[in-house]
């Protein structure tokens, strides 16, 4: 059985930082792809980044970019999404999502197995 689980998120002041991360179960990693996805209240959910394991490149999304990271683990069966420099812009529930290809993708509906989310609030 196929399961993601998140878990790190919590409430941080803006500056602090936060590493979210996402066990795998029911299936290995290895070529195979887990993408960070957020929803903040009232907002469509977006993809935050992913990375691919055929090339081992990461995609961000813009306003991300040089703040969050995505890194694995594929001994742990697990992905990260280490944060940086966190604003109140970036509150929100973050779920990791497995794609059953190698490559990277921004679009929800390419991603077949959700977690249940992880609450990140950024506030002083």
């Known amino acids: 059985q196929v399961q993601l689980v998140e878990s790190g998120g919590g409430l941080v002041q803006p500056g602090g930082s936060l590493r979210l991360s996402c066990a795998a179960s029911g299936f290995t990693l290895d070529g195979y792809t887990i993408g960070w996805f957020r929803q903040a209240p009232g907002k469509e959910r977006e993809g935050v980044g992913c990375?691919?394991?055929?090339?081992?490149?990461?995609y961000y999304l813009n306003s991300v970019k040089g703040r969050f990271t995505i890194s694995r683990d594929n001994a742990k069966n697990t992905v990260y999404l280490q944060m940086n420099s966190l604003k109140p812009e970036d509150t929100a529930v973050y779920y990791c999502?497995?794609?059953?290809?190698?490559?990277?993708?921004?679009?929800?509906?390419?991603?077949?197995?959700w977690g249940q989310g992880t609450q990140v609030t950024v506030s002083s």
């Open positions: 999502a497995l794609r059953t290809y190698s490559y990277c993708s921004n679009y929800e509906y390419q991603y077949t197995y």
């Open positions: 990375i691919s394991t055929s090339d081992w490149s990461a």
